[in-house]
Every structure is written in structure tokens, then in C-alpha cells.
């Protein structure tokens, strides 16, 4: 079963307006991180937020939030106020066993934004 | 603002090749990653690295890899001998815990020919 599942192979907003991108993950571990990254078309990949297990609140930085809903193990990515340059590939990833357990993290296959003017 | 950074950006190599791809760490981190992209693919773990030893690696990361910590800045992976499907995007990630996250370098293209 695949751990990180990211539906919307691809979405279109328009600038000024908010976008919701879906990430759903499969773990059987109390204790887990969840991340959101952005991938450029020029390639790198830069860290947005993150939101674990026990957070008792959803985690916002600036204009990204994350809308963590424990119980149907989703941890979709609010992006408010598109902009041109949110134009990016996203991956949400998961990192397991937080306490004690391991540290990589297993990536989505990720959603291809595009912000329209 | 202090960054990951990767050398070379592109790497062309020969089959049966040894590669070595090159990161700098952020100063103050401890916890350092190897990551892959094979294009049009989500990025895969290969290796973590702590306390100068191989903390995890993935099914991937077998004998023909090797990281090495061989100063007090750079990171390394070394594959020994390159195959076709080794090519792809090679990510350096660095963190201050395990906990915490991961920053990313910008990546090393590899393309085996």
C-alpha cells in the first residue's frame, strides 16, 4: 500500500484565489510526521511546513496551512492568495516513528500546480 | 539564509563509471540524506548519515553506493559503478535533528550513458 498518496496528479488556480492541494497516508504508528515540500521547475526542493502527529493544532506558515485531519489520515495543503510564482510541482511526504523510529521520509508522487494570471 | 548546496548541477558519466556527487551541509546540522528522483518519479530515500555512520538505508542504497563524511563540511556519495537507471536527480538533505526537517540542496542531474 503506498504511504503517501496524492490524487491530483495536476491543478489549476487563479492567481489571487486559495487552492487546496489532497494528501492522504497510511500508518500504523502513533507517532508521525508530515511534510509539505515544493519542487520549482528549476529543480530544488524547498521545505514548506510541517505538522506531527501530536500537534493539538494545524500548523500555518505564512501563507501556506495545513489542514490536518487525523482521524482520515489527510494532511492537505492550503495555499491562500495564490501567486504566479506558487507555479510548482508539491509533494507532501511522512516520516514515521518520530520518537525512536526512522528518519526518512517517503514522498507522494506529487501535484503539478499552476497558477494562472 | 544558509543553504544545502550541491556540485556538480549535472554530471555525465559513462556506464560501469565511478561518480562522486558533492554536498555541503548547513553548518550548525547533524543529520545528513541522501535522496533520489528518477525524472517524471517521486523522490525515494537512499541513505541517512549521523554521528559519521550510516544511520538507515533503503534497498536502494546497496553496495555500489557509499557515503563519507571526509571533512568537517562536505558529504559525499560515491557510486562505484554506474548503471543505466542510476541516472537521475541526486538530493543532499541536511537537518538539525532527526526530528526536525529536512532541508534540501538543489540537486545533482546524473545521466549515465
Known amino acids: 500500500a503506498q504511504k503517501i498518496t496524492q490524487t491530483q496528479p495536476g491543478m489549476f488556480v487563479q492567481e489571487k484565489e486559495a487552492v487546496t492541494l489532497d494528501c492522504t497516508y497510511d500508518?500504523?504508528?502513533?507517532?508521525?510526521?508530515l511534510f509539505w515540500y515544493k519542487q520549482p521547475s528549476s529543480g530544488e526542493m524547498i521545505f514548506l511546513i510541517y505538522?506531527?502527529?501530536?500537534?493539538?493544532q494545524n500548523a500555518t506558515e505564512g501563507r501556506y496551512s495545513l489542514n490536518f485531519q487525523k482521524a482520515r489520515k489527510s494532511a492537505n495543503l492550503v495555499i491562500s492568495a495564490s501567486q504566479l510564482g506558487d507555479s510548482a510541482m508539491y509533494f507532501c511526504?511522512?516520516?514515521?516513528?518520530?520518537?525512536?523510529?526512522?528518519?526518512?521520509?517517503?514522498f507522494g508522487k506529487g501535484t503539478k500546480l499552476t497558477v494562472n494570471p | 539564509e544558509p543553504e544545502v548546496t550541491q556540485t556538480p548541477s549535472h554530471q555525465v558519466t559513462q556506464m560501469g563509471q565511478e561518480v562522486i556527487l558533492r554536498c555541503v551541509p548547513i553548518?550548525?546540522?547533524?543529520?545528513f540524506y541522501w535522496y533520489r528522483q528518477i525524472l517524471g518519479q517521486k523522490v525515494e530515500f537512499l541513505v541517512s548519515?549521523?554521528?559519521?555512520?550510516?544511520?538507515?538505508k533503503s534497498e536502494i542504497f546497496d553496495d555500489q553506493f557509499s557515503v563519507e563524511r571526509p571533512d568537517g563540511s562536505n558529504f559525499t556519495l560515491k557510486i562505484r559503478s554506474t548503471k543505466l537507471e542510476d541516472s537521475a536527480m541526486y538530493f543532499c538533505?541536511?537537518?538539525?535533528?532527526?526530528?526536525?526537517?529536512?532541508?534540501f540542496g538543489p540537486g545533482t542531474r546524473l545521466t549515465v550513458l
Open positions: 505538522q506531527g502527529s501530536y500537534d493539538q
Open positions: 500508518t500504523s504508528d502513533p507517532s508521525y510526521g
Open positions: 548519515f549521523y554521528n559519521n555512520e550510516i544511520s538507515e
Open positions: 511526504a511522512m516520516r514515521e516513528g518520530v520518537r525512536g523510529g526512522s528518519e526518512k521520509l517517503v
Open positions: 538533505a541536511s537537518g538539525t535533528s532527526r526530528n526536525n526537517e529536512q532541508f
Open positions: 553548518s550548525n546540522h547533524l543529520y
